[in-house]
Antibody, heavy 120, light 113 residues
């Protein structure tokens, strides 16, 4: 059974940093592109970032480019999102999502999410 | 970025009746070389993450009941639930993956009348 479990969320002040983790199991993690997608409270879904299976390519939404860094550790079946210079508008539930097998940008499995709250 | 617009924003349908949700993209998501529409649908129940229902506009994800169907091409798409069940109460999102960044519609909240 595919499982994605996020951790690392919490309350942080504006300008602060936070690192999210996603532990993957039930599939060959090293062969899949992985993504982060966020959802502000009561709002819709916004794609944040993706990373290729080998970490050779990463891509970001314009709203987080230069502030967020995605990475992965295939030996530990883990995905990460380093978030710096956090702003109020970054407050959201952050989901780790698996990219579909063919590499297209849609998401066949999602974690339960980790809430990040940016507030003073 | 491609803008995805869903209609209606909310919908109330009686149990056993048909529910129809529309999704319009600001530009075509049909890739001419393979004749595929780069459009997915997700279902999100309260307190849960989204769940993939449909991709390539009309291909049902494994395990999704056949009362769910997707149609449309180019810029106009529809998700249809043929006979609404109580467990279908959720917010439904369309998403294009034709170009990066992938973008979602604003969501349609489906309730029981």
């Amino acid at each position: 059974e595919v499982q994605l479990v996020e951790s690392g969320g919490g309350l942080v002040q504006p300008g602060g940093s936070l690192r999210l983790s996603c532990a993957a199991s039930g599939f060959t993690f090293s062969t899949y592109k992985m993504h982060w997608v966020r959802q502000a409270p009561g709002k819709g879904l916004q794609w944040v970032s993706y990373i290729t299976s080998s970490s050779s390519v990463a891509n970001y939404a314009d709203s987080v480019k230069g502030r967020f860094t995605i990475s992965r550790d295939n030996a530990k079946n883990s995905l990460f999102l380093q978030m710096n210079s956090l702003r109020g508008e970054d407050t959201a539930v952050y989901y780790c999502a698996r990219g579909e097998t063919g590499g297209e940008y849609f998401f066949d499995y999602w974690g339960q999410g980790s809430l990040v709250t940016v507030s003073s | 970025d491609i803008v995805m617009t869903q209609s209606p924003d909310s919908l109330a349908v009686s149990l056993g009746e048909r529910a129809t949700i529309n999704c319009k993209s600001s530009q075509s998501v049909l890739y001419s070389s393979n004749n595929k529409n780069y459009l997915a649908w997700y279902q999100q129940k309260p307190g849960q993450p989204p769940k993939l229902l449909m991709y390539w506009a009309s291909t049902r994800e494994s395990g999704v009941p056949d009362r769910f169907s997707g149609s449309g091409s180019g810029t106009d798409f529809t998700l249809t639930i043929s006979s609404l069940q109580a467990e279908d109460v959720a917010v439904y999102y369309c998403q294009q993956y034709y170009t990066s960044p992938p973008t979602f519609g604003q969501g349609t909240k489906l309730e029981i009348k």
